[in-house]
């Protein structure tokens, strides 16, 4: 009953910047938390950012300062503005939305399918 399409990645110089998007559709819980999660090559999955509907945040220490998570709330759409991006960055990352707020960590909810950003040096 929730699809979450995600878009916007790719390829990108280290330094610049790209913009992630994600839109959930179906029986969306007024009250909750999307984010986003990725995972690098030999890397465990780790949360990158993730916002509630009522506007709390959470970053990871290692973006702090470079990336900057949005949301829409009418169109249950989040986004994911990456700037000053390093080769560390690279990863599959992945949109999650869960009920309820201040769910900034755990497997469950519901997954996009991930999209691909590579960082080259």
């Known amino acids: 009953q929730v699809q979450l399409v995600e878009s916007g990645g790719g390829l990108v110089q280290a330094g610049g910047s790209l913009r992630l998007s994600c839109a959930a559709s179906?029986?969306?819980?007024?009250?909750?938390?999307m984010g986003w999660y990725r995972q690098g090559p030999g890397k465990q999955r780790e949360l990158v950012a993730a916002?509630?509907?009522?506007?709390?945040?959470k970053y990871a220490d290692s973006v702090k300062g470079r990336f900057t998570i949005s949301r829409d709330n009418a169109k249950n759409t989040v986004y994911l503005q990456m700037n000053s991006l390093k080769p560390e960055d690279t990863a599959v990352y992945y949109c999650?939305?869960?009920?309820?707020?201040?769910?900034?960590?755990?497997?469950?909810?519901?997954w996009g399918q991930g999209t691909q950003v590579t960082v080259s040096s």
């Open positions: 999650n939305v869960k009920a309820g707020l201040n769910r900034w960590y755990g497997i469950d909810g519901y």
């Open positions: 179906g029986s969306i819980a007024s009250f909750n938390t």
């Open positions: 916002i509630t509907s009522v506007g709390s945040t």
